[in-house]
């Protein structure tokens, strides 16, 4: 473990908590037993770019319901893992499908349930407002809460560090993710 600026320019791959982490974790149920989650425009931007350009994300959360899984779609992300008790062992899985190597993973948690997954990696991240036991885990803070651009203010810094933020001036649109008619 090195520098963090330098350690960041090795990432193969991200990993996602989603209550806390891309939302603010505050949910509301319907009727049908989904539940309604508030995202951060700039962080969904942030995550279709990046798999636009090639990064491996995969989203890992406790977290259930179609919305939930939809939105992930709809940003590009073919790789996660919903109403996960077992966050380890998945992300253990997912590490040996991929040949991912934990050293070079960011995984950006906000809660007790992220913990285990966040010394297994070489580059705990969290947000701004992640309990105190996760504070004291990781190895960067974003200044961001929770669905307020900690998951943009990581990624950007990434693909900074890689040369690949605003490599091109297409950017992602709706258009771009959106299966053809």
Known sequence: MGNFKEDIAHVEAFVFDVDGVMTDG??????????????????????????????????????????????????????YYTDCMDKITTMRNYFAEEGIDPAHVIYMGDDIPDLECMREVGIPVCPADAASEVLETVRYVSEFCGG??????????????????????????????????
């Open 148 to 181: 307020g651009g900690a998951v943009r203010d990581i990624i950007e810094q990434v693909l900074r560090a890689r040369g690949d933020w605003a490599r091109d001036s297409m950017g992602v649109t709706p258009s771009t993710l959106a299966p053809s008619c």
């Open 26 to 79: 505050g949910i509301i149920p319907t009727a049908d037993g989904d539940f309604i989650r508030r995202y951060n425009a700039k962080d969904g931007y942030a995550l279709a770019y990046a798999v636009k350009r090639g990064y491996k994300i995969c989203v890992i959360t406790g977290g259930r319901g179609k919305l939930l899984e939809r939105r992930l779609q709809m940003l590009g992300i073919n790789r």
